[in-house]
């Protein structure tokens, strides 16, 4: 059974701080590993999509990483601002249809 | 312009009701999804629809029975509310092809049995 894991649960950064967020899963057969975000009170956003096949994606000031050997992958938010300030979680999709959620990291970037 | 659309938003209602939470997306994906996020926030799967088809029903009591009339619509109707049943729910949608299938997610409905 697919287990991820999100480190830190929490995060509080002052604005301009570079962010580095962590997600480790327990079996790397995946297709493919997504970030998303996630607002108070709203749904979840795609942010980036790693095919099991690439070992990054990157979108504006956010770049993922993924290593799938290790289990591991990692979300750098550049120059943070106070509007990156939500819930960022971490899923990936082994061999069906399900995608396997981490709990989040939930981020707060201090003006 | 929505994606993938839910309603309601909100839903409170008392135990022993039975309701319903409709999904619609207008991505012309061929599968859809329900998730149900707990108080810890972990998300977890419930059902998947491919093309009109159930692909997945993890372990889920009976009462939530999801009913997809077409492959753009996958409603989730539950029977007799326990309090345990308040979460929020999402639904979802993704291509059927794996390694390219980017969830897209709705905003979710908040159900709280009172």
């Known amino acids: 059974k697919q287990e991820v894991t999100q480190i830190p649960a929490a995060l509080s950064v002052p604005e301009g701080e570079n962010l580095v967020l962590n997600c480790s899963f327990t079996?790397?057969?995946?297709?493919?590993l997504q970030w998303f975000r996630q607002d108070p009170g709203k749904g979840l956003t795609s942010l980036l999509l790693?095919?099991?096949?690439?070992r990054e994606q990157t979108s504006g000031r956010l770049n993922a990483s993924l290593d799938k050997s290790s289990g591991r992958s990692t979300l750098y938010i550049a120059a943070s601002q106070p509007g990156d300030s939500a819930t960022y979680l971490c899923?990936?999709?082994?061999?069906?249809?399900?995608?396997?959620f981490g709990a989040g990291t939930t981020v707060t970037v201090r003006a | 312009d929505t994606a993938v659309s839910q309603t309601p938003k909100y839903l409170v209602t008392q135990m022993g009701n039975d309701k319903s939470i409709k999904c619609e997306q207008n991505?012309?994906?061929?599968?859809m999804y329900w998730y149900k996020q707990d108080s810890k926030k972990f998300l977890k799967i419930m059902f998947s629809?491919?093309?009109?088809?159930?692909?997945i029903n993890e372990t889920v009591p009976n009462r939530f029975s999801p009913k997809s009339p077409d492959k753009a619509h996958l409603n989730l109707h539950i029977n007799s509310l326990e309090l345990g049943d308040s979460a929020v729910y999402f639904c979802?949608?993704?291509?059927?092809?794996?390694?390219?299938?980017?969830?897209?997610f709705g905003q979710g409905t908040r159900l709280t049995v009172v």
């Open positions: 079996d790397s057969a995946i297709y493919n």
């Open positions: 790693i095919q099991s096949s690439q």
């Open positions: 629809y491919n093309n009109k088809e159930l692909i």
């Open positions: 991505l012309g994906h061929d599968t």
């Open positions: 979802a949608s993704s291509q059927e092809t794996h390694g390219e299938a980017e969830a897209f």
């Open positions: 899923a990936v999709e082994p061999n069906d249809y399900k995608l396997s």
